[in-house]
């Protein structure tokens, strides 16, 4: 129950790659009991076994008790033996235990033998020139325009232009208020038949008696021409 379990040393290129599943402190011991784990270690095969006896790979090394861990010892000298022994402190027992050896118990790290870890590489490209970001909140705003009924066809055009000259965080609505042009005289379209309750002549233009902009506009739009 107490013994760790798993503990085995693996060599590499200037380093040791060291395992082991921690014990538990009693049966009771749940998922959130902890301890804390001390490794040593030596290259002539004494102190390593003795508690509290530096060098240390690592010391007072908290984890939960029943779980794995891995610890990679770097800067080490090819060709050399070390020697491990790993000592554990239950937190609800209040005691420590060890000395628990790997499996081997020594190990000697050589230069062919390459590395744990996995190189690679990440890469970033810029952003592209259209890519937008966008705020949190989006800014609507109404633009009104006033338009010739003749010149409907440009309606497209001004939308593009205005998109162009906009904040990039602004998100234009474009409402027209089209109207007609005449180009003839007042008494003349006073003899032509068009709908007085919505229109008017003046000086030879019919005009708009009721804008076309429904209720819902509130009326803070910027508007343009006209």
């Given at each position: 129950?107490?013994?760790p379990?798993?503990?085995?040393?693996?060599?590499?290129?200037?380093?040791?790659?060291?395992q082991?599943?921690?014990?538990?402190?009693?049966?009771?011991?749940?998922?959130?009991?902890?301890?804390?784990?001390?490794?040593?270690?030596?290259?002539d095969?004494?102190?390593?076994?003795?508690?509290?006896?530096?060098?240390?790979?690592?010391?007072?090394?908290?984890?939960y008790?029943?779980?794995?861990?891995?610890l990679?010892?770097?800067?080490?000298i090819?060709?050399?033996?070390?020697?491990?022994?790993?000592?554990?402190?239950y937190?609800?027992?209040?005691?420590?235990?060890?000395?628990?050896?790997?499996?081997?118990?020594?190990?000697?790290?050589q230069?062919?033998?390459?590395?744990?870890?996995?190189?690679?590489s990440?890469?970033?490209?810029?952003?592209?020139?259209?890519?937008?970001?966008n705020?949190?909140?989006?800014?609507?705003?109404?633009?009104?325009?006033?338009?010739?009924?003749?010149?409907?066809?440009?309606?497209?055009?001004?939308?593009?232009?205005?998109?162009?000259?906009?904040?990039?965080?602004v998100?234009?609505?474009?409402?027209?208020?089209?109207?007609y042009?005449?180009?003839?005289?007042?008494?003349?379209?006073?003899?032509?038949?068009?709908?007085?309750?919505?229109?008017?002549?003046?000086?030879?233009?019919?005009?708009?008696?009721?804008?076309?902009?429904?209720?819902?506009?509130?009326?803070?739009a910027?508007?343009?021409?006209?």
């Amino acid at each position: 129950m107490y013994n760790p379990t798993n503990f085995i040393i693996t060599p590499y290129d200037g380093g040791v790659l060291l395992q082991w599943t921690a014990g538990r402190g009693f049966s009771g011991s749940t998922t959130s009991s902890k301890c804390k784990v001390t490794v040593q270690y030596s290259t002539d095969g004494f102190n390593y076994t003795i508690l509290n006896t530096p060098p240390y790979v690592v010391r007072d090394l908290v984890q939960y008790q029943g779980t794995n861990n891995v610890l990679y010892h770097p800067n080490l000298i090819n060709g050399t033996p070390y020697y491990y022994s790993l000592f554990i402190f239950y937190e609800d027992t209040q005691f420590w235990y060890g000395p628990y050896y790997p499996t081997p118990q020594s190990t000697i790290p050589q230069p062919t033998l390459g590395s744990p870890f996995v190189s690679g590489s990440i890469s970033f490209s810029k952003l592209e020139t259209n890519t937008r970001i966008n705020p949190l909140h989006e800014i609507v705003a109404d633009v009104i325009v006033w338009l010739p009924f003749s010149r409907s066809g440009s309606a497209q055009s001004i939308e593009d232009t205005l998109n162009l000259i906009k904040p990039t965080h602004v998100k234009l609505n474009v409402l027209y208020e089209h109207y007609y042009v005449a180009h003839t005289t007042s008494a003349q379209f006073n003899r032509c038949i068009f709908n007085t309750d919505s229109f008017t002549v003046s000086k030879g233009t019919i005009k708009n008696k009721v804008a076309t902009i429904d209720s819902s506009y509130s009326g803070r739009a910027k508007i343009l021409g006209g």
